[in-house]
């Protein structure tokens, strides 16, 4: 990973973006700013990796990189589906976690307080512990959602729900993509003050008229009123005393024949796979109080708040989708 994180810091694949042809390792050196013999290391290596595309014309200065399909789909900062901001979240934050896997699993817990210096007890305040961190956070968070947003969305019919609630909605990315599906509907984001007030001043989904914002504590403050509340990678953070809670309080406030739709990456059933949300699940170990689950795990939390009509639909994509 730190091939790509460090390819994606120094800038490699937006320079080669914006390119109109393949450069050579001078060129690339040149605009970068950085060491020849480093450059060469790093390039050649995202070549194997198939990061970059390589050409060799009669020796190393007549070698030419540019980027592969996926590096200028997912990569490059100008792609409407580039995952930049989240790769460089991972680079600074996650990865360092992660440095430290083997006291998280001897000990069960994340380690924000071994690697940042933070108590762990209050999750989001160690995750927000800067402005910077906070708007990177945000940032990358919200990328996924331009290329799984409308396959989590289109999972179940919503429109049947003209006032929904995205509670932890973050910067409104997802918000917007439901617009896009339900143009008709109108959502509320709820999420805690500080998210709110750098949602408004740096993202441009809060500009959309039909979106709303409202401000609290989704444990301890009432919850909007809604037909329908979304909640995106909100209970993989939380333990499963905590995601209950929530449940149940939720479940109070909705009204007869109101909805949940809970978006998260969801384990097989013998948690032998996928590969991809195991990752995830030790990375929620790593980073937050809780883990990714199975159907039948959301199945026993969501019913046992009270929730009926319990339906799962696995999307294909990273994330999958349930409804009660
Ligand atoms: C992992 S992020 C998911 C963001 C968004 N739903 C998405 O999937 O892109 C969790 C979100 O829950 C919010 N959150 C955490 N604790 C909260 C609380 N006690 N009350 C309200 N929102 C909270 C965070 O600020 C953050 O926006």
């Known amino acids: 990973s730190k091939v790509l994180f460090a390819a994606c810091e120094l800038g490699v694949f937006d320079l080669l973006a914006e ?15 950085t060491s020849s013999h480093g450059t060469e290391l790093l390039l050649d290596t995202c070549a194997s990796l198939k990061l970059l595309n390589v050409e060799t014309r009669g020796g190393r200065e007549g070698t030419l990189y540019q980027n592969t ?13 580039s ?11 996650t990865y360092r976690c992660w440095g430290h896997l083997a006291k998280a699993v001897r ?23 800067s402005e910077e961190e906070q708007l990177q956070f945000m940032r990358g968070l919200q990328e996924v959602w331009s290329i799984t947003g409308q396959r989590v969305l289109t999972a179940f019919d919503l429109s049947q729900f003209p006032l929904i609630c995205d509670l932890g909605g973050g910067s409104g990315a997802l918000a917007k993509e439901c617009l896009s599906l339900y143009p008709e509907c109108k959502v509320t984001i709820f999420d805690i003050p500080e998210v709110v007030r750098m949602a408004r001043k740096h993202f441009p989904s809060s500009e959309d008229e039909r979106i709303g914002f409202h401000q609290g504590d989704f444990f301890k403050d009432p919850l909007p ?41 969801l384990l097989d059933e013998d948690r032998q796979g996928p590969l991809t949300t195991q990752l995830y699940s030790l990375n929620m170990l790593v980073q937050t ?26 999307t294909g994509a990273i994330y999958d989708a349930i409804f009660a």
């Open 289 to 314: 109080e809780g883990q990714e689950r199975t159907p039948t795990q959301y199945h026993r939390l969501i019913s046992s708040a009270g929730f009926r009509s319990f339906q799962f639909k696995k």
């Open 225 to 265: 009123e809604a037909d329908l509340y979304i909640l995106a990678r909100i209970l993989h953070d939380w333990t499963d005393e905590k995601c209950s809670r929530l449940l149940q309080k939720l479940q109070h406030t909705c009204k007869p024949g109101g909805g949940i739709l809970v978006i998260e990456s």
């Open 19 to 33: 390119a109109p042809e393949p450069l050579d390792l001078a060129t690339v050196v040149a605009r970068l700013g």
């Open 107 to 129: 000990e069960g817990k994340n380690q924000y307080l071994q690697v940042f210096g933070v108590p762990s007890e209050e999750l989001f305040s160690a995750i927000y512990r």
């Open 69 to 81: 399909e996926l590096s200028s789909t997912y990569l490059a900062r100008v792609s409407p589906t």
């Open 83 to 93: 995952q930049s901001n989240m790769l460089l979240y991972m680079a600074g934050t």
